[in-house]
């Protein structure tokens, strides 16, 4: 009796070894089946322009970009979301300067990237898609200049981002402004100019997933 409830539990676990061994190829393709989700946090330098004619100085002033961002991936394409907010200063001509009055604009957006990727290294990928910004505030010094700006911007985006060993991540990419955010609510010839974003951003980040 008692070999025989020996010989009974060894057959048992065998036969559940095996059959736990053949499920572990199926369970390997339905991952590899699956997009991969990718999730983390970012930080960098933004370098920022406000193109125009006379209103402020054409230089890249730097400010600071950071915020969050989710992706989803599978074999060489991809799809990355982020949720950004970045500081930026412009420089205001001089010819415009008043007496006591600050020289830069200081401003602080909102920024949400919609991102197509593609790998064509090993770790590196091309990033390219619109990008929407809100303006959330806008002080030249203590005064509010927000109604000098328009409230949102839509840019386009192309960049390169590196996959690091340990979740790292680090890039960089151009951001080139499409809408004219002066609000041309000035009576005088400043009301008339276009006011375009362009900047560039390098960064490094961590991947949670």
Known sequence: MKSTLITTVFSAAVLLSVAAHAQIPVVSKVTKALPKVT???????????????STFQNSYKGGVVGGAFVG????????QVEGLIKTVKYAISDELLQKNQSSDVNTVNLDVPVLFEYRFLPRLWVQIGPQFSSLLSAKNGSTDV???FKTTDYSGILGLQAILPLHFIVGARYVLGFT???????????GTEAWHNRSFQIYAGWRFL
Do not use: R
Request: proline share 0%; hydrophobic share 30%.
């Open 72 to 79: 989803i991936t599978k074999n060489k394409m991809g799809v």
């Open 146 to 148: 927000k109604n000098s």
């Open 180 to 190: 004219d955010i002066n609000s041309h609510d000035l009576s005088t010839s400043l």
């Open 39 to 53: 999730l983390g946090l970012k930080v960098g330098a933004n370098f920022q322009d406000l193109n125009s004619n």
